[in-house]
């Protein structure tokens, strides 16, 4: 049997431990040693197997514990004996058996598409819409503590070709910021420069540092302030001439609606873990460009199949014009759990045309890596 109306017989998860290379810091919070994401692979009847990631970070997005209880107990007997064809209802299901978890609904929506697209001989991009662009530019994040080890990773990307860096701000204190982009503007005058604060802060000091800031002509910058300041977040849109970007305000299509009408950003950082899949990631995007609003392709600290099935949204999303930061997989993890590496060249993400995403996680690393499992015997 290969068609879509065989039905899904195993839910298998992985909930992994990734070293990194090096330690990242956020307005928001660290990451260090390691980051953790949940895997998800679904089994037809006739074998075809869908994979997909969730990559939850507990200061951002939720835990990688509360998305693994989600997938395992809550969603593993909605999609068990459904039909692959469903997709869409399954999703919708989801949506009602269980609140938020954008992160563990972003894996099955990776997983259901990744299997459709196995079993019919198509890319996601082609479940998605169809392709708009064959190559995504990537942007690298600037996020050490230790701005000597990122000066080498500046180095590195310059020698790879990446033209686009996002320098993370807001952690430290505002001369540290405002020295690296100096050393950025004198060192690095090639390199498309973003600025992200991750709500790093306060109100008190936001209008006056996000002014220091705009001084530099960065592309853009983005959530100064925390996720729930709507007011400040339109305050500073208005200081500025720089576009400003809503992440963490913004997770999904409601929050988009808000953000236009409150007026609160110029562009939107769209990510299938915040959103809580592909298809609503579009929707966000969609709403953000009929305000008049741009949106960017935005990750989370993720492995390389989640940065496969952002890179097809991405391919099929013309609305999302301001490139990618899929880096974590070439850039940050000390070993990536792709059976081939997740494809960069000369500073763009190329988007794969093989079936489904193009791309599956080995299997002895899923063991390797595995710290709690559920897979059927
Ligand atoms: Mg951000």
Redesign the pocket.
Known sequence: MSDLSQTITRFDLWHLELPVTSRRD?GIGSVEGSCEVVILRLTAEDGSQGFGEASPWSVFTGTPEATFAALNRYIRPLVLGARVADRAAIMAKTANAVAHCTEAKAALESALLDLTGRISGLPVWALMGGKCRDTIPLSCSIANPDFQQDIALLERLKDDGVQIV?L?TGFKDHAFDIMRLEHLAHHYPKFSVRV???QGLSIEDAPAQVRDVAQFEPDFI??PVRAHHFAMMARLRNQIDIPL?A??SVFGPEDMVRAAREGICDGV?VKIMKSGGLSRAQTMARIAAAHGLSAYG?DMFEAGLAHLAGTHMIAATPEITLGC?FYQASYFLKQDILEDPFPVQNGQVIVPDTPGLGGRPDRDRLNHYAVVKAVAA
């Open positions: 956020h996002k993370k992200d604060y991750n983005e959530q970007l992440d963490e950082s935005g930061e």
